[in-house]
T-cell receptor
C-alpha cells in the first residue's frame, strides 16, 4: 500500500532562508507524488507534482521538489522564504492506477522576519 | 468563478442533529471526493464518486451518506451528529487519471458539533 511520511510537523525559518520540507514515500509501483499547500482557513492548493517526466519538478511560488528513487524521497525546497509562505504543506502519493491520494500528516511552516 | 464550491463554510450544530454539506464543481470533472481533516490536520478520504457512481467508500460510519445527483454535485448528509464529527470537510474533484493530475479542492466546511 502507498504511504507518505513527512518528517517534522513544524519547520521554522527566517525570511530569506532556505526552506526544506521532507517527504518520504512508500510505494510498490512507480509513484505519482504531489505537494499541496493549505493557507489558514482555506482549501488545499496544488504546488507541484511528479509524474515521472522529470525528477526535478518546479511548482508555483518558487517551490521545487526533487524525486529521488534511491532515497524514496520527494523533498520540497525554496531558496528564499517569504512571509507569505507560512502555511501547512502536505505531501501526497497516488499509485496512478486509482484516483485515491494518500496524504501525509502535514508540516507547518513558520517564517520569521 | 469558483471551481469547487462548498456550502456552508461554517456549520455549528448540536449533537443528535442531521445536517448536509453541499459541493458543486464547474470544471467538468467526472470524479468527486469527500475528505475529512481532523483537528491535527490529518486528511483522510471518505468517499469518491465517478459520474454519480460510488467508487470509494472508506471505513466511515453509516451515519454519513453521500449523494450525487449529477456528476457536478456531491453532497454529504450526516445523521445523528456526534462530537467526534467535528472537523473540516473538504470536497474535491478530478479529471480521469487523478493519480497523475491530482485534485482540485474546495475551501472546506468547518463543522462544529456542540
Amino acid at each position: 500500500a502507498q504511504s507518505v511520511t513527512q518528517l517534522g510537523s513544524h519547520v521554522s525559518v527566517s525570511e530569506g532562508a532556505l526552506v526544506l520540507l521532507r517527504c518520504n514515500y512508500s510505494s510498490s509501483v512507480p509513484p505519482y507524488l504531489f505537494w499541496y499547500v493549505q493557507y489558514p482557513n482555506q482549501g488545499l492548493q496544488l504546488l507541484l507534482k511528479y509524474t515521472s517526466a522529470a525528477t526535478l519538478v518546479k511548482g508555483i511560488n518558487g517551490f521545487e521538489a526533487e524525486f529521488k528513487k534511491s532515497e524514496t524521497s520527494f523533498h520540497l525546497t525554496k531558496p528564499s522564504a517569504h512571509m507569505s509562505d507560512a502555511a501547512e504543506y502536505f505531501c501526497a502519493v497516488s499509485d496512478g492506477n486509482t484516483d485515491k491520494l494518500i496524504f501525509g500528516t502535514g508540516t507547518r511552516l513558520q517564517v520569521f522576519p | 468563478d469558483t471551481a469547487v464550491s462548498q456550502t456552508p463554510k461554517y456549520l455549528v450544530t448540536q449533537m443528535g442533529n442531521d445536517k448536509s454539506i453541499k459541493c458543486e464543481q464547474n470544471l467538468g470533472h467526472d470524479t468527486m471526493y469527500w475528505y475529512k481533516q481532523d483537528s491535527k490536520k490529518f486528511l483522510k478520504i471518505m468517499f469518491s464518486y465517478n459520474n454519480k457512481e460510488l467508487i470509494i467508500n472508506e471505513t466511515v460510519p453509516n451515519r454519513f451518506s453521500p449523494k450525487s445527483p449529477d456528476k457536478a454535485h456531491l453532497n454529504l448528509h450526516i445523521n445523528s451528529l456526534e462530537l467526534g464529527d467535528s472537523a473540516v470537510y473538504f470536497c474535491a474533484s478530478s479529471q480521469p487519471g487523478a493519480g497523475q493530475y491530482g485534485y482540485t479542492f474546495g475551501s472546506g466546511t468547518r463543522l462544529t458539533v456542540v
